[in-house]
């Protein structure tokens, strides 16, 4: 057993990420709201549950050289720019978490890698159909469709009556044109200590109702669709777009690195939008994201790649314990 403890908060991604801990032989933490401690109990992933009043509580927690703290998405939804000042070292760049929740830089990020973005419209701009997004909007609930000006007007009326939205989120409403495509996931991890960027394992989103609108036929009933994620499938994309995909994860992890040196370390991911013709991304965030739980006992590429079943958290936990073997650990902390 190694002394070192991983630790993170409960929720998101916690299950895997302790449970990969477990396996490389780290010791285990996790911090997660008083409600929630039971799941960690029927789960035996953590040596010790911290329970938190709130999140902002880690914020007073000391840093302790024997500790190391994985982020998820919760982290961010939870502290926004505050997790700067977390004292707890943490594995990967907090300066690329910066960049993922600040929608004006995950779009720089991704355009200064060459990689395509939706275009981004006016309000009194819109002659196609378009996507209107919220800033805060976490897993894509609220968002509304619209093709024409007239159209966003009525439904933002229609949201400000029913004290939906503020005037804030009008003015910061991001409005792009609408992909009509299929979305898909990477995983991908860069490894300091390989300098390679690898892909794990690629998945898919399920939002309702957005997914369910196939099943019923608009011309019969149309109805307005909404993006609230509340799942993740597994999926393999067609051998021939691999090379685009794996050239994607290279050229984001590149331009991070002159956008905020030393770049993305870890894990990351692109979220894209696959048409007949191209690959368009609408994000990228620069953590685990919680799809990677499907692979708890790898991926076919991970499998392929380790030829051992590599999970996401057990590729981190292996990564730190490389990084400790060769003493470099400080270089993927933050
Ligand atoms: P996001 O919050 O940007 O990750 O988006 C959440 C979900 O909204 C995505 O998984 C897509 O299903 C959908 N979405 C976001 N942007 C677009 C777009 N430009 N075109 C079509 N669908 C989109």
Avoid at 274 to 302: H, K, Q, W
């Amino acid at each position: 057993m190694n002394n070192l403890i991983i630790s993170t908060i409960g929720s998101h991604s916690a299950l895997q990420i302790l449970f990969g801990a477990k396996q490389e032989n780290f010791n285990t933490k996790v911090y997660c709201l008083k409600d929630r401690d039971s799941l960690y109990r029927r789960y035996p992933v953590a040596n010790e549950i911290v329970t938190l009043d709130s999140y902002e509580d880690l914020l007073e927690i000391a840093a302790d050289s024997q500790e190391i703290f994985i982020p998820h998405g919760t982290l961010i939804a939870a502290l926004g720019d505050k997790l700067r000042d977390i004292s707890i070292p943490m594995f990967g760049n907090r300066e690329g978490m910066l960049w993922e929740m600040n929608r004006a830089k995950n779009q720089k990020l991704l355009e200064t890698a060459g990689i395509r973005v939706p275009r981004t419209l006016k309000s009194d701009d819109i002659t196609e159909l378009a996507i209107v997004k919220f800033p805060g909007a976490m897993g894509g609930s609220g968002y509304f469709v619209c093709s024409s000006s007239d159209e966003f007007d009525t439904k933002i009326n229609d949201l400000v009556s029913q004290n939906k939205i503020s005037d804030y989120d009008i003015k910061n409403a991001q409005i792009q044109e609408y992909v009509t495509g299929v979305t898909m996931y990477p995983h991908y991890f860069y490894s300091g200590i390989y300098e390679r960027v690898e892909m794990l394992g690629i998945d898919r989103r399920y939002e309702t109702n957005v997914d369910a609108l196939g099943r019923l036929s608009q011309n019969d009933h149309p109805v307005e669709p909404s993006y609230k994620v509340v799942g993740n499938q597994p999926l393999i994309a067609r051998e021939s777009l691999l090379p685009q995909i794996l050239e994607h994860g290279d050229k984001l992890r590149e331009a991070s690195t002159n956008l905020f040196a030393p770049g993305l370390i870890g894990p990351y991911c692109i979220e894209m939008a696959i048409t007949s013709e191209e690959i368009v991304a609408f994000e990228f965030t620069s953590r685990i994201v919680a799809g990677t739980s499907l692979y708890v006992n790898g991926s076919p590429y991970s499998k392929i790649l380790f030829n051992e079943e590599m999970s996401m958290a057990k590729r981190i936990a292996r990564e730190i314990k490389m990084a400790m073997g060769q003493r470099r650990l400080q270089e993927f902390l933050t």
